[in-house]
């Protein structure tokens, strides 16, 4: 049994909560909303986030950081990306030498470029992180249905311990060593479930989703192979796999999110109507720049950027995809 921590009480976190707690593991999980650990110690349920799962009497609840992190055997950080920063830096002076944090959320920082892994590694040098990703709701997990992630750790013997931790008869865990891979996976097919959904949203259809699907992850594997990614990653389970469920499902809040774009919301009242964090919306622009810095092309995040945060209208958008120039869809396969 290991002593685990979950950091970030939101859906994500409540769902991984109620697995390792499944698994036999003790399970503590903090929040920095008051109002939120007293509804889930009251209630043992998060009604706005995971109604319907209910959370065992002996899961412990707290907004003290300090009590959630010392001595833990692992740290589980599921804040949403734009807060990574700040709790990493809250958390530093009650992390050990080589305590394990695994970051279980997606995203890129907007202003340093940097995966979420990087940034906890700039604020918390000591620690040793891992991170868990994949196509995986919450609302499912929650629920014990059938789903397969990955572990992806420096260490193989760290990857393996997280792996028997978090692994049972309803979440299969694979293990990797392409952690840049891993989270350029996960931040970038956000973006391009936004372009799904704003494509929902006009009325497309499935030749629009499948187009965007497959365009999309080309995008994210040429971005990754420039940044030292492996081509094996962007091909598994935290590549198309991930990319799949995002653009497919309505649990997936970015395509929710492009829906009521595509059909004329803002960006802004998007937002506000899907009630939760929108982790599209804050690696766009760094997608861009991390665009430039590695001189890739990224037409579909491109235009996504364009529809966000420079009033481009979304039919238009279409358009200039559409209308690019022609192309070879792979320029490595010779012509006879």
């Known amino acids: 049994m290991a002593d685990i921590s979950i950091i970030g009480a939101g859906s994500w976190g409540t ?34 986030k995971l109604p319907g799962v209910k959370l065992p009497e002996d899961m412990v609840f707290t907004t003290d950081l300090e009590a959630a992190v010392t001595g833990r055997d692992v740290l589980v950080l599921a804040v949403p990306s734009p807060y990574t920063r700040s709790t990493s830096r809250s958390m530093k002076p009650f992390v050990k030498e080589g305590q394990i944090i695994v970051n ?40 014990g249905i059938p789903t397969t992630i990955v572990v992806g750790a420096a260490k193989k013997a760290t990857a393996e311990y997280l792996q028997n931790i978090f692994m049972n008869e309803v979440f299969r865990v694979y293990i990797s060593p392409d952690v840049l891979g891993i989270e350029l996976g996960a931040a970038l097919k956000n973006v391009v479930a936004l372009a799904a959904g704003i494509a929902d949203g006009l009325g497309c259809g499935d030749n629009t989703k499948a187009a965007l699907i497959t365009r999309g992850i ?19 389970l935290t590549g198309i796999g991930d990319l799949i469920v995002t653009c497919a499902s309505m649990h997936s809040r970015n395509r929710r999110a492009g829906i009521l774009i595509g059909k004329g919301y803002t960006m802004e009242q998007a937002m506000d109507e899907v009630k939760m964090v929108v982790e599209g919306v804050y690696s766009a622009k760094a997608a861009m720049g991390l665009a430039q810095k590695y001189d890739v092309q990224l037409p579909i995040i491109e235009q996504v950027n364009a529809v966000l945060f420079d009033g481009m209208p979304v039919d238009e958008a279409v358009k200039n995809l559409m209308l690019r120039d022609k192309k070879i869809e792979n320029p490595l396969i010779p012509w006879s």
């Open 104 to 143: 279980v959320a997606k995203g890129i920082e907007e202003k340093t470029l940097l995966t979420l892994s990087q940034i906890i590694e700039e604020e918390i040098p000591q620690a040793e992180v891992a991170v868990l990703s994949g196509p995986s709701h919450a609302e499912e997990v929650g629920k």
């Open 218 to 236: 080309a995008e994210i594997a040429r971005l990754g192979l420039a940044m030292g990614g492996r081509i094996e990653t962007f091909s598994g």
């Open 15 to 48: 769902a991984l909560a109620v697995l390792l707690h499944k698994n036999g593991h003790k399970v503590t999980v903090w929040s920095i909303m008051e109002s939120e650990i007293e509804m889930l110690t009251k209630e043992r349920e998060h009604k706005d």
